[in-house]
């Protein structure tokens, strides 16, 4: 039956069972990326986010939750320009992050 | 002089000498046989060229022997070379005239193998074996005490760099260190030998060669030999292809380790990153480190200033570039979603409006809209028929992708922006950004469309009395982006521009010394923190005069100095849009 509405699905990460090792090995080479604090300054001036869902918060987020293949095709639109590390409020080196993931 | 025509002592330089000239020729055939088939063709048909051909010989002599660019940077240091490599070069042509004028086998039989043997060594030892004649000998003692000069210059220069004005030298390991005392004490050795004729000096001497000729492939000191070959390759027009094959290896062979770029490197503001210059990159990457050869070539800042100011102007950005674009990667990019993106330009093209002018704001500009307002302004007050084409955000021009290495996915940005410039159907294109005028000048294929930077394009304006400024009397320093000034010398164009606004002063390091703003996408390694020291740098050289404003083309070079200059920071088409 149509109510015109429904539940969204389950967003619930059993953080037990997911594979991080993308995640780890990142915060080993790059350390900084613990102190993101999910401003989305790199989002709002993506030049890949203006024509995809390309947004290096939500990348992040991802690989957190350990949901490496949804992470692996977003970072394929990345262009690469480098807005997002120079807006960075927290002088994060994205574009290098970007880089390593890609490893 | 003695009366014979062997002595043992001969058999130690005999040796040295078979082994760098078996090594040499191993060397040169590697070399060649590693270029691909294409640049064989080219080097060989540069060498029958007259042109490349007298160019060949010219840089032979003026660039192996005298070094012209270390006389123009350092005097000092340009003697000392020129001390060493001409004066002995000299010895040896000397000692072969000797040989063959004054005869000195005279009376004695000895032909064929015998002979070239001798010959082999005669000239090095002349002395020892045949007399003189007064005219000669003069001419020996007086570039053998050039060459000692010049290593008088370099004991002081190991010593105290900084008499000799340089701040930063190497570090060099073991064999470079022995290596360098053999230099410098052949000749001293030589000296003694032949004033005194005592036979220790002489053995001394000719081990000294040993030592010299059996370390050299192994130390810096093979840029002797591969400088000459590599400069053969320069002119034939090859470019670098792999990090450490063909010419790429030639390259690195000939880098003899100066240091200057040490000195001229932005990063050299502390002794940790100016481990980080070309100079210690070649030397990592001809030892086969690849992991820190790997680390320094995206560390590096790409301002292509080590590059400009090199003796031998060795390309060491392109090795950079080729490590870099060596490395492989699990996930690539997709860029498909491009083809279905439609710009402004591209709407425009159903009302059937073509634009004289086309503007290219690009990424850069979009983070400092300043900029493209005041463009606005200019072009308006100007009455151009323009069209901005990324007004509401475009595609990367493929620059920065380019430095990553990634050629192929930057080809695809490429390949859409050049189809929706086509569209456009301008006749010129205005971009803002040096980052993005070098990548449209050196990969795009736009023909019949004229790319010009901002600062060239006001300048126009400006001369053909399109746009009327009012002079003030603001002092300015204008800095020169990197890849404005350095790569296409784009130095005179802001600089009128400027002038006819306000007074213009110097900075410290100036045009193709400028000092990269620190904000470079070259580098990929780099910190925000070790940013800041250089961009802190570059500001103090900037500020030497005093100025009342820092002026600049790039918005990249806009952005990072505002964060640390201590007067404001403009562009140019700001300054020119507040005037009108």
Known sequence: MDFGFCLSPSSHVKMDSIDLTTFNRLKETNPDVNTCIACGSCTATCTAGNFTEMSFRRLLLMLQRGKEDEANKMIQRCMLCGKCTLVCPRGINIRKILLDITR | ?580
């Open chain 2, 1 to 580: 002089m003695n009366s014979q025509i062997f002595h043992p002592f001969v058999l130690p330089f005999v040796l040295g000498m078979a082994f760098v000239l078996t090594y040499c020729f191993v060397g040169l055939i590697r070399v060649i046989s590693q270029l691909p088939k294409d640049d064989r063709k080219k080097l060989g048909r540069s060498l029958v060229t007259p042109k490349t051909a007298w160019a060949n010989i010219r840089d032979l002599f003026g660039d192996c022997l005298f070094h012209v660019k270390i006389w123009k940077r350092n005097p000092v240091l340009g003697y000392m070379h020129t001390a060493i490599a001409f004066g002995w070069f000299m010895i040896i042509v000397i000692g072969h005239v000797m040989l063959f004028t004054l005869k000195p086998l005279q009376g004695v039989e000895v032909e064929g193998l015998q002979g070239m043997f001798t010959n082999f060594y005669y000239p090095i030892f002349f002395k020892y074996f045949a007399e003189e004649t007064p005219v000669f000998a003069f001419l020996m003692d007086f570039f053998l005490l050039m060459i000692i000069s010049g290593i008088l210059i370099a004991v002081v220069k190991k010593i105290h760099s900084k008499i000799v004005g340089v701040k930063r030298v190497m570090h060099f390991g073991f064999a470079d260190t022995l290596i360098r005392f053999a230099l410098w004490t052949i000749f001293p050795f030589r000296l003694i030998a032949e004033k005194t004729n005592i036979m220790a000096f002489w053995w001394l001497y000719s081990i000294d060669l040993l030592i010299f000729m059996c370390m050299l492939p192994f130390t810096r000191y093979m840029h002797i030999p591969t400088e000459a070959l590599f400069i053969l390759l320069r002119h034939a027009g090859i470019k670098v292809t792999e990090p450490r094959k063909g010419y790429a290896l030639a390259e690195l062979y000939s880098c003899p380790s100066c240091g200057l770029c040490i000195d001229a490197c932005p990063m050299s503001v502390n002794d940790k990153m100016s481990g980080n210059t070309s100079a210690y990159f070649m030397k990592k990457l001809r030892n086969n480190d690849t992991e820190e050869s790997q680390r320094i070539a995206e560390t590096c800042l790409m301002c292509g200033k080590c590059v400009k100011i090199c003796p031998l102007s060795i390309e060491s950005c392109d090795i950079k570039f080729s490590q870099r674009a060596a490395v492989p990667y699990n996930i690539n990019s997709d860029h498909s979603y491009l083809n279905v993106i439609s710009t402004e330009a591209e709407k425009s093209q159903t009302n059937n409006h073509k634009p004289h002018v086309l503007y290219f704001a690009g990424c850069m500009t979009q983070l400092t809209p300043k900029i493209m307002r005041a463009m606005k302004q200019i072009m308006d007050k100007a009455g151009e028929d323009y069209q901005i084409m990324d007004e509401n955000g475009g595609i990367c021009c493929g620059r920065p992708m380019l430095l990553s290495g990634k050629v192929a996915e930057a080809k695809a940005m490429i390949e859409k922006n050049t189809e929706l410039i086509k569209k456009s159907g301008a006749k010129r294109l205005v971009l803002s950004c040096p980052i993005c005028y070098k990548v449209f000048k050196d990969e795009y294929h736009l023909e019949g469309i004229e790319i010009l930077h901002h600062t060239q394009y006001i300048e126009e304006l400006i001369k053909c009395g399109k746009i009327y400024v009012d002079r003030g009397d603001t002092k300015y320093v204008y800095h020169d982006p990197c890849e404005l000034g350095r790569a296409f010398e784009i130095y005179d164009e802001p600089r009128y521009v400027i002038h006819s606004l306000g007074q213009i002063v110097d900075a410290k390091s100036e045009k193709e010394n400028s000092i990269c703003c620190g904000g470079s996408l070259g580098s990929f390694n780099l910190t925000q923190q070790e940013r800041d020291a250089i961009t802190e740098n570059s500001v103090n050289d900037l500020m030497f005069n005093n100025p009342d404003e820092i002026v600049t083309a790039c918005p990249l070079c806009l952005k990072t100095f505002a964060r640390k200059s201590p007067v404001k920071v403009k562009d140019i088409a700001e300054i020119v849009s507040e005037k009108l």
